[in-house]
């Protein structure tokens, strides 16, 4: 297997980078090909503009989507994007591996995927969702966070995770086509021991040994709507 590893932290020695090296050993380990993107460590350029084009399609009025597109068919888009778009494509699984940062990811991984996850190619018109550029494809999420597990849930004072993770699970990965993954979480991980820490890594690497056995999250399917995305009425 062909794995793809996204990291996103500023701390070369933080917990979340522990997750991504124990993730890059385990698969390693296991014979599979690994390839890791450090966003920080590379100074990644995470704001999407008109520099990402050699070429334009509109020179005088810029819409990103359609020059991304513009940009693959005429293989004149940046280098740092196209060489993180051939990880993208050669992976049979992609890792996301962050801190949560409000709720949400940090602005460069956020900007790496504005910028990678191109138009033409991994969505665009009625490419999205099981239709999407990047289906047959698998992807997770491994983040860590401050919080405690009894604050996530239906009656939690944060609500559900994944619905806090929604934008992510289904707006970015499921919308591209991939198969995701239910998440793995290290809670609490600013306030806890050496020992707890140890513990999150071992049942990381227990999570990723039962990686065949993971059921991915139930999206729709396009062909449950019509042409113009109505839903189809079925009997």
């Known amino acids: 297997m062909k794995v793809f590893i996204v990291h996103a932290h500023p701390e070369s020695k933080s917990f979340s980078s522990a997750l991504k090296d124990r993730a890059f050993d385990h698969f390693e380990a296991g014979g599979h090909d690994v390839r890791i993107s450090d966003l920080y460590r590379m100074s990644r350029n995470p704001i999407a503009s008109a520099a990402d084009f050699g070429s334009r399609r509109n020179s005088d009025y ?39 940062f409000w709720f949400s990811m940090p602005a460069i991984l956020k900007g790496w995927i504005d910028r990678v996850f191109i138009s033409g190619l991994c969505y665009g018109g009625r490419r999205f969702y099981d239709e999407g550029g990047l289906r047959g494809k698998k992807a997770m999420i491994t983040i860590t966070l401050g919080g405690r597990p009894h604050m996530f849930g239906p009656e939690a004072i944060h609500g559900e995770l994944n619905d806090m ?44 040994s039962s990686f065949d056995s993971l059921v991915p999250f139930r999206f729709v399917s396009v062909d449950h709507f019509d042409d113009q995305l109505y839903p189809v009425t079925r009997c």
């Open 165 to 208: 993770l929604r934008h992510i699970l289904r707006g970015t990965l499921a919308y591209t086509g991939f198969d995701v993954l239910p998440p793995f979480v290290g809670y609490h991980v600013p306030y806890i021991g050496n020992d707890e820490r140890r513990q999150i890594l071992d049942d990381y690497e227990m999570y990723l």
């Open 62 to 100: 810029l819409v990103y989507a359609l020059e991304q597109r513009h940009g693959y068919e005429t293989d004149t888009i940046a280098a740092d994007i196209r060489s993180e778009l051939d990880k993208l494509i050669w992976c049979d699984l992609l890792i996301l591996n962050f801190p949560i």
